[in-house]
């Protein structure tokens, strides 16, 4: 009795100093073995336990529990809370935890971390040849519906990256299965619970797994590559585990999956402007169909005449970005400006988008090229695999060059260059490319030593990537708080998950899928660019880019950007127009090519949008219709002001029958879910009325494919 007595005396003073939260919810640590802390949701019976790690340290298993606490906060971005608790483990004196817990003022979602230190040194190990650490656990026994949210189903015939919901059926738990993530969520009639892991899990491969049991326990494991074996935990040489969230709210999966949106786009990331809704220009469609279509190398437009010219149009447009893709550089690595095709080191397209209040962005990847400093100094630090180099090969007809390991000490050098960038041409939106999350097994670098086996050294790279390129972005960011930094995530093999999410943003479609996506071995049979197949003005492209627009429900739109086709006729227009305002935002093409009417109908949408954006951006979306339906109907309205858009796509066609002579469609009916302002603007054969609740009773006339746009909240 009389231990027990003095534990739950412990136990006591832990709780009454520990407590974390806001309106919405309360962590309490009771540091127990089946909790270490509780999530409380506020005015409401609901708790949840959050079981502690456990770690397999020196080759016996370490439960994260302390002997004694010492706790400090600080106040963030975003008025964001940090609360970092910490001490010695129990058993383990040399030990120290520390969980770091961030919530927001208006959201039920608690994001954390765990950081294991220790001051003579200890090592994590692997006796069974695998992965020991579990994370966190959770008992689901009181929620009789569990669904999986996968973030990275890659579909070859949209060449896209895709989110998916998959029902977890009881008999899952029944056999101890194990399912991937990074969302698992569990509804019962009063409440839905959410778990989620920052991560960019490419599947197959499952670096971090929830593993379910009968009970209906879940426990968030390691599943590999997250360290290695005899990996050392010394003074500075600490193990950061990814951060987790987890989230509860009085309503259904849809109801959290609005918090969780609400949080990834508000509090997740300290660079709130990679959240901003601009839009976006980019130079690499034209340099693509003058090298298709032309016979041109992809770098003849890439100089100062053709730069100006499009600046001017973009401007007119009323794009905010202006990004000039590959090319401007003189080589990779160093990132000088091209003084054969900017002899002013883009001085002079500085001082034009300056005068345009346009945001200068530029093209990069993780290369350097043979005769670069940056390589001379990062020699040890090339990409290998078994101790052969990749490369060096041409880079858009620029020198040859090597790619980099971002898990290396190469990540500072990176960094620096882009900020000297940002002072010495004034760019803040860095769009990387090409940077695939498989590949290097050299020792040596931050993914594994001579001790740890190849396989540990290359499952520990594809593991910490995302991390390191975050890294990058966060100093980038601290140094220029305006920047922005988006990854090309248009191929396979890229690390696609919420980890990158909590730095920057995505760039997720370029022209979609290739000819070989369909099995179709003649390249570019009926024309294309090369091999691939959408990149004509009309319905078609616009359908297939916004099936990015899945994301929506958990993840933000605005953290995917698209490039839609401005090019006439005003049908095709409409179509693009109508799906970038739902979030996507981008646009690229032929700007000098695009009529005057062309020019002037995307700056007088533009203008309206620009009204309502930030209400498009922060409304979850509503949705009737699976995309390329018939209508397709896209709901953008905030509920808090009534300000947003509705759209309706008729995208059907006969391919028989030429879209100019088209002359088939009908009338659709729609009554929006949210109360309207109602300022409104609309296109042509669209009639709004009002219902007396507030919401618009939308009829749109159809006589073939078209897009109806309207925007509530606008002055025109």
Known sequence: MKRIFIFLFITAALRADTRIGNDMLQVEITNLDEALW???????????????????????????????????????????????????????????????????????????????????????????????????????????????VRLTEYDELVHCYLPAERVVE??????NLAVDGPILVAENDAYTFLMAYEHGSQLPDRYVEFQLDKSRDVVLNAGKGNYWGGQPIKGIATYETLWFDVAAVQGDKEAIAAQFRTHVLKYMSPNLTSREPYIFYNTWNYQERNQAWNGKPYLASMNLERMLKEIDIAHEMGIDVFVIDTGWYQKTGDWQVS?????????TVRAKLDEYDMKLGLWFNAMAATSSDILQKNKDNIVRWNGDTWGPRAVWETEDSYPMCFVSSFWEDYADELIRLVDEVGVTYFKWDAIGQYGCNEPGHFHGDESATPQERSENYSFLLARYMGKVIDKLCAACPEAIVDFDITEGERAVGLQFLASGKYFIINNGPYYQSFDDLQYAPGGGMGANVFVWPGPARARLCREALNYDKWIPSVLFLTHYLPDDPLTSQYFNIGSLILGQNGIWGDLPSISEQGIQTFKETMDLYKQVKYDITSAPPVRKSRIGGVPEIHEKINPETGKGAVVLFFSYKSPWIKLADADFGGTFEYVTEHAVDQNLWTNENVDVNFDEHGRAHIKATFHGPEAKILFFGVNE
Do not use: C
């Open 170 to 175: 009881d008999r899952y738990f029944d056999n």
């Open 38 to 148: 509780m999530y409380h949701l506020s005015k409401s019976d609901f708790t949840q336990n959050i079981a502690p790690p456990v770690l397999e340290i020196n080759g016996e298993p370490v439960t994260g529990l302390w002997t004694r606490i010492d706790k400090s906060q600080q106040m963030l971005y975003n008025g964001i809370i940090e609360t970092t608790i910490s001490g010695p483990v129990k058993g383990h004196g040399d030990v120290h935890l520390a969980l770091k817990v961030r919530v927001s003022q208006d959201n039920p979602v608690v994001r954390f971390q765990y950081v294991l230190s220790s001051e003579n040194g200890v090592e994590l190990t692997k006796t069974a040849g695998a992965d020991r650490i579990r994370y966190l656990g959770a008992s689901l026994a009181s929620f009789p519906r569990v669904t999986q």
């Open 339 to 347: 003084l054969e095709r900017f002899p002013d080191t883009l001085q």
